[in-house]
């Protein structure tokens, strides 16, 4: 690109060498952090919180740093627990169905990103809606989100079964 006269907008990924990029824009990871924790202490008196982070991706450490540092010391929100996602969707189902398991209070998940946050979300609202489903027909509709859920879990294992079964009959 830089042969070519090509400039290049970086956006929130470090670059090691400045030279290819003419701009770089960089979120305040941590000051989102700071706004999520201000947020839900404006809108919960109290909480328990579960943390999925991920220690590779340094947004998410220093989202879930901002967000650590605002509720330490205030014994009305508590984490209860801190998990691994690495960023990722699938991860984040995985680690919420543990937790869910596990019978303890939560309040609050706090994830890095937005793939943490929906994966969670996804499975933990689909867990919660079979666990009180009044109906034979709302429970097999919430078991059917678990289910497309779990799918993607397994991307490569639907793949291979895609192309293990190539004839449409």
Known sequence: CKKAGV????????????GYIISSIMSDNYGAGVQCAEDIMK???????????????NSIIQRVKGFTDTISGNG?????????SMGELEISMQVM??????????DVVF????????????????SVLAAFAP???????ARAVLG?????????????IRNMFLDPK
């Open 43 to 57: 809108k919960k008196e109290t909480a328990s919180i579960v943390v999925l982070d991920s220690p590779p991706t």
């Open 76 to 84: 009305n929100y508590r984490i209860v627990d801190i998990q691994h």
């Open 148 to 160: 497309l859920s779990a799918a993607t879990l397994a991307p490569s294992t639907l793949s291979l």
């Open 135 to 141: 109906t034979a027909e709302l429970l097999i509709a």
């Open 7 to 18: 400039p290049i907008i970086n956006i929130d990924t470090q670059v090691y060498d400045s």
């Open 97 to 106: 169905t543990a937790l869910l398991k596990k019978d303890q209070k939560i």
């Open 111 to 126: 994830g890095g990103n937005d793939p943490t946050a929906l994966g969670a979300l996804a499975f933990g609202a689909a």
